[in-house]
């Protein structure tokens, strides 16, 4: 059965070009509810770790720098079918393979900076959301 929860992030490029409240619109004008939600800023070390599984890839270093660069939105979104569904709405990661009227396509500026982040599975999605989040703000 496919769950009812995806993480996501309003990476530094979107927030810089301002368009946080526009994806936030989206998400939920499809039909996504947030559970939970903060604006925070990823240290160097917490980039690393959130994207250690890409820690071998050319473009790693570049990663953490672009993701500790500015603040972030961090969110965990509830629907249902929520993984797959959230992955449609953003689109590919490249925004130039990105659907018509998906979120990378309309606010993405490139394959690295490509404006938010999903959950590729119900497993990270949950690892994710507790990276973010604590007992206390449990979703
Ligand atoms: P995200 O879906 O958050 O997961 C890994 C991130 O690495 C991805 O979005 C992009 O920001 C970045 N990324 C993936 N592929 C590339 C690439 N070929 N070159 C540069 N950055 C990439």
Known sequence: M?????FTMIKPDAMQRGFMSKI????????F?????????????QAQQFYGVHKERPFFNDLVEYMSSGPIVAAVLEKNNAVEDFRKLIGA???????????????????????????????????EGNFFFSARERF
């Open 24 to 31: 936030l619109d989206k998400i939920t004008d499809t039909g």
């Open 93 to 127: 990661t490249d925004p130039t393979k990105a659907d018509e009227g998906t979120i990378r396509k309309m606010y993405a500026e490139s394959i690295q900076y490509n404006a938010v982040h999903g959950s590729d599975s119900d497993e990270n999605a949950m690892i």
């Open 2 to 6: 496919n769950g009812n929860l995806t």
């Open 33 to 45: 509810k947030v559970k939970a939600m903060k604006l925070t800023k990823l240290s160097k070390e």
